[in-house]
């Protein structure tokens, strides 16, 4: 019978004393917060969708807990260590109004990020990585294509950097004013979202899976 290794994040062996790393894919309990859209936690896949109705949106989101060493409240992220969130991504419905994003922040609802976080931004399918210490910062990486997955891998340096890379190549660097640093001082989330537009008619889904969050503690 044939071994079947499932995907880890591209790091040492498991497991570890100085990093905390978080499965977060089909986990049952994630909130939701639609308006017209929905979303399904299954096997293999969390899949937020929009519906055909304008101004449409599907959105989940898990408080996170035990992103630190001890240091701080149980909800916080630590953004002075190192963290990385591995995830596998596909979108499905073309609508040029359509955004969908992947984001760790400080708060639960769908938008561009306006405090402390970092994620990805979907416009359709043009990708944009973005990161918030004092300023938004974006870069422009590779395009999907529809129905299709691609590899993502975020990676927090601290104080320095994000780094960004689709299918193991790096594709695109934040720095600056766009590196999360400190603490929110409040309860942190991983936030799954997809909205579309005034014209509507199209269902846009977003799809992810092998979603882990790798957070540093020392």
């Known amino acids: 019978m044939a071994l079947v290794r499932r995907r880890r994040p591209n790091v040492d062996t498991f497991p570890y004393s100085d990093r905390k790393c978080r499965p977060l894919n089909h986990a049952a309990n994630w909130s939701s917060s639609h308006v017209g859209g929905g979303a399904i936690a299954a096997p293999f896949r969390t899949h937020v969708n929009t519906s055909i109705a304008v101004n ?15 240091n701080l409240s149980i909800g916080i992220i630590d953004w002075d260590k190192r963290l990385e969130i591995h995830v596998d991504l596909a979108r499905v419905g073309d609508d040029v109004q ?9 708060v639960n609802t769908q938008g561009v990020l306006a405090a402390l976080g970092l994620g990805l931004e979907i416009n359709n399918f043009a990708v944009n990585g973005e990161g918030y210490g004092t300023a938004l910062g974006t870069v422009a990486l590779a395009a999907l294509t529809s129905n299709r997955v691609m590899r993502f891998k975020i990676v927090l340096t601290p104080g320095v950097s994000i780094a960004f890379y689709q299918n193991g190549v790096l594709m695109g660097t934040l ?8 603490n929110s001082g409040g309860q942190d989330y991983c936030v799954v979202s997809i909205i579309n537009g005034a014209a509507g008619a199209v269902d846009c889904n977003l799809i992810i899976d092998n979603f882990w969050v790798v957070q540093w503690i020392v």
């Not at 359509?98 to 400080?106: A, D, E, T, Y």
């Open 56 to 70: 449409s949106r599907g959105l989940f989101y898990a408080t996170l807990f035990d992103m630190n060493s001890g």
């Open 175 to 182: 720095t600056g004013t766009a590196v999360p640093v400190g």
């Open 98 to 106: 359509c955004i969908g994003r992947l984001q760790l922040k400080s």
